[in-house]
């Protein structure tokens, strides 16, 4: 896609730390990185972000984040990682082609998790219920 960095990436037009690659995905280090060695695993091909990607591009996709999580903890020597997609502008997305941040992580980095809230009243029950009425309707679609 013009204009997409990640494509760019993909294709050779830019440069990038790159640690692993095949037909169909390329993984490489991210140029401003949470920690060293945190890695984006993309496809070659362009996808807006997960919800836009085909199934069967991401069983293989997670299957290969599993691995190079495994790569990313051993290599730096981590003692944990994180594994997170911004899907949306809303969630923090900036680069719309479908990619997953692999973070390493270590006991006593600082940098903590994410924060929490408490339900008041029914809004668990509700929110739980509108999510599975959106969940039958794509089942019925797939
Ligand atoms: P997100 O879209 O999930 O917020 O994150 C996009 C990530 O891509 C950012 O962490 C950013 O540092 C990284 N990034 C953006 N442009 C480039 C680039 O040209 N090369 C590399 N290696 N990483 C990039
Ligand atoms: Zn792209």
Redesign the pocket.
């Known amino acids: 896609m013009l204009d997409c960095?990640f494509c760019k990436?993909a294709a050779g037009e830019?440069p990038?730390t790159k640690i692993y690659e095949d037909a169909q995905f390329v993984a490489?280090?991210?140029?401003?990185p949470v920690q060293p060695g945190h890695v984006?695993i993309i496809p070659r091909s362009h996808y807006e972000n997960l919800t836009a990607t085909p199934a069967v591009i991401v069983g293989r996709f997670f299957q290969l984040a599993q691995k190079i999580a495994s790569a990313v903890i051993q290599g730096t020597g981590a003692d944990g990682c994180n594994m997170t997609m911004?899907n949306g502008r809303a969630a923090?997305?900036?680069?719309f082609h479908t990619?997953i941040?692999i973070i390493p992580r270590k006991d006593d980095d600082g940098l903590g998790t994410w924060p929490q809230l408490e339900y008041q009243g029914n809004a668990m029950q509700e929110v739980a219920e509108n999510i599975k009425s959106a969940l039958k309707v794509l089942d019925l679609r797939s």
């Open positions: 960095v990436i830019l990038a490489f280090l991210d140029i401003r984006l911004n923090g997305q900036v680069v990619h941040h």
